[in-house]
T-cell receptor
Framework: NAGVTQTPKFQVLKTGQSMTLQCAQDMNHEYMSWYRQDPGMGLRLIHYSVGAGITDQGEVPNGYNVSRSTTEDFPLRLLSAAPSQTSVYFC????????????FGQGTRLTVV | DQQVKQNSPSLSVQEGRISILNCDYTNSMFDYFLWYKKYPAEGPTFLISISSIKDKNEDGRFTVFLNKSAKHLSLHIVPSQPGDSAVYFCAASGSFNNDMRFGAGTRLTVKP
């Protein structure tokens, strides 16, 4: 049982490049989300999805795009990378109720130069 | 506007003593609160939670207290162990959505 798998673990991008961070879960969770972690800011919600075909914005959605075509996968796309997007990104999944704890992936450390 | 605040960036305690980590929230719609533990280069892992209908929840060495009137919760670790050294995040959500908001985290160091 792999849980939540994120790829890649590390990535360096040049300003203006685009890329997709991959996230997959094998727990059949309906809810998936993306967070970014920055020093002194904790984890901030970027986008989330309550099920296949349904996505919504979180606290800091600008510059990111998501889609949810299957229950298992929830990729995060950076459309045109900026240095302000240098961060550690975490994907999480949980059962569909507000009282459910989230399971996190190991994170992707992204540097934009 | 941070809806969940952890005002202590760091805490250092001696092994065997109590660690108390604090968290405040501003959104009265939150009614489920969680604590996550994070080691370097790993994702956060769930530690303990509490529903707003309770004021205390215990799990072994870990106890979470909730004071709804003060919009404050705390995590007590007794006795503290060196393996507890990590960053602890407080999180909050509503009953009918999974939109979880996190505090900035408190780095706990337990000295042998």
């Amino acid at each position: 049982n792999a849980g939540v798998t994120q790829t890649p673990k590390f990535q360096v991008l040049k300003t203006g490049q685009s890329m997709t961070l991959q996230c997959a879960q094998d727990m059949n969770h309906e809810y998936m989300s993306w967070y970014r972690q920055d020093p002194g800011m904790g984890l901030r919600l970027i986008h989330y999805s309550v099920g296949a075909g349904i996505t919504d914005q979180g606290e800091v959605p600008n510059g990111y795009n998501v889609s949810r075509s299957t229950t298992e996968d929830f990729p995060l796309r950076l459309l045109s990378a900026a240095p302000s997007q240098t961060s550690v990104y975490f994907c999480a999944s949980s059962p569909p109720r507000g009282s459910a704890e989230a399971f996190f992936g190991q994170g992707t450390r992204l540097t934009v130069v | 506007d941070q809806q969940v605040k952890q005002n202590s960036p760091s805490l250092s305690v001696q092994e065997g003593r109590i660690s108390i980590l604090n968290c405040d929230y501003t959104n009265s719609m939150f009614d489920y609160f969680l604590w996550y533990k994070k080691y370097p280069a790993e994702g956060p892992t769930f530690l303990i939670s509490i529903s707003s209908i309770k004021d205390k929840n215990e799990d072994g060495r870990f106890t979470v207290f909730l004071n709804k009137s003060a919009k404050h919760l705390s995590l007590h670790i007794v006795p503290s162990q060196p393996g507890d050294s990590a960053v602890y995040f407080c999180a909050a959500s509503g009953s009918f959505n999974n939109d979880m908001r996190f505090g900035a985290g408190t780095r706990l160091t337990v000295k042998p």
